[in-house]
């Protein structure tokens, strides 16, 4: 099957998290000359095909096959695909089967590879990701069979197709503060003890604040506040508690533990408690790495674009490799309607993704 037509059948699965609507057996059938190991857990499916060619690396691709829920303001029926002028409009055409197509064309068109080939695919990166690739890591982690390198194909370029990729992600730190207060009458502000003001005379000190000075990798981390609320909408009482929720997207310079102990400075004379999640954990891919050096040569020859190497945005499933200590880069198409309507990519750059992996592939 030639790409466009088998981008076409991806795009018509349903696969809203964490249903793959058949897809996974669909990929399966056409990598049929890869070996399979399959892990199905709440719901939600993972697959991981892997082909060896020789005794050396092992270079796996990643991704995920589910989408988004489509949502309303759609031009066309969400999960038909529409070819208009070039570009191909469905949900999950940039985020992300345009990548997940890429590189199982790639690998199915691959005769000669001088190590393992894998591809890894989960039905549950866009829901809370617990039994998705995570489990799929362990499992493979558990037969001594772990990637050396992982592409995880999400879409990563900014204004033109190559222009970015990521080598890394900042990790995400949520966190909800309870500060204690006592309920009381307006009139009467000696007798309350009112949370709003004690909390004010702290937020200039700690509202947009850097907790560090970021590196050539990363940006600084920053405390961002997300939502402040208190008392009950009235004027004439007093609120007896407020609570106020932040982020911390973390660089590799910044711990949960920095983070508490950057909250207690300023909270410690209040009656308060605080409680903090970390969603991900931080990590980056050393710019000298395999991956990101015949990625950067891939990109090069195909579209003749010098790439920058970022990490910037939100969380994806590279960080679950990263943990693990893996070589790990993101590449993929136009990130610039994703989880929108009339989400779209266009053929040129499908075309361009493919022709990148099948080159790394070959010279990896």
């Known amino acids: 099957m030639d790409l466009i037509p ?70 066309s029926e969400p999960f038909e695909p529409l070819h208009k002028d070039g570009y191909i409009y469905a949900r999950g055409t940039q985020d992300m089967k345009s990548g997940v197509v890429a590189f199982l ?23 809370d990701a617990k039994y998705g690739t995570i489990e799929m890591i362990k499992k493979l982690d558990s037969l001594g069979f772990l990637p050396d390198f992982v592409i995880v194909a999400e879409p990563t370029c ?20 309870e500060k204690i207060g006592m309920q009381g009458h307006v009139a009467y502000p000696e007798k309350a003890k009112n949370p709003i003001h004690k909390v004010a005379q702290v937020l200039p000190h700690m509202a947009g604040v850097n907790l560090d000075e970021g590196d050539e990798n990363f940006a600084p981390s920053q405390f961002v506040i997300t939502d402040i609320r208190a008392g009950m909408e009235v004027t004439n009482v007093t609120p007896g508690k407020l609570k106020m929720m932040f982020n911390v997207r973390n660089s590799t310079k910044t711990t949960k533990e920095d983070v508490e102990t950057f909250v207690h400075e300023y909270f410690k ?11 991900a954990k931080p990590f980056v891919t050393n710019r000298n790495s395999k991956v990101v050096q015949k990625m950067l040569i891939a990109i090069k020859d195909v579209t003749g674009i010098d790439t920058k190497l970022s990490t910037a945005g939100g969380t994806s499933d590279a960080r679950f490799f990263g943990e693990y200590g893996i070589d790990t880069v993101e590449f993929g198409v136009l990130n610039d309607t994703i989880h929108a309507p009339n989400e779209r990519t266009s053929e040129a750059e499908v075309e361009a993704l493919y022709k990148v992996f099948f080159k790394l592939i070959q010279r990896f």
């Open 269 to 279: 004379e209040m009656d308060y408690t605080l409680v903090l999640n970390q969603s």
């Open 105 to 127: 064309k790639a690998c199915k068109d691959t005769s000669d590879f001088k190590g393992t080939l894998s591809v890894l695919l989960t039905s549950d990166e866009e829901g």
């Open 6 to 75: 088998l981008f076409d059948k991806l795009l018509r699965y349903r696969s809203i998290t964490p249903d793959d609507d058949g897809a996974m057996d669909f990929i399966e059938g056409y990598l049929d000359d890869f070996e399979t190991i399959y892990i199905e857990k709440e719901g939600v499916k993972n697959l991981f095909m892997y082909k060896r060619f020789g005794l050396g690396d092992h270079l796996c691709f990643a991704g995920h096959i589910d989408v988004v829920p489509p949502g309303d303001g759609w031009e």
């Open 158 to 177: 900014e204004k033109v197709f190559g222009d970015a990729i990521k080598i890394g992600r900042r990790g995400s730190i949520n966190g909800v503060i």
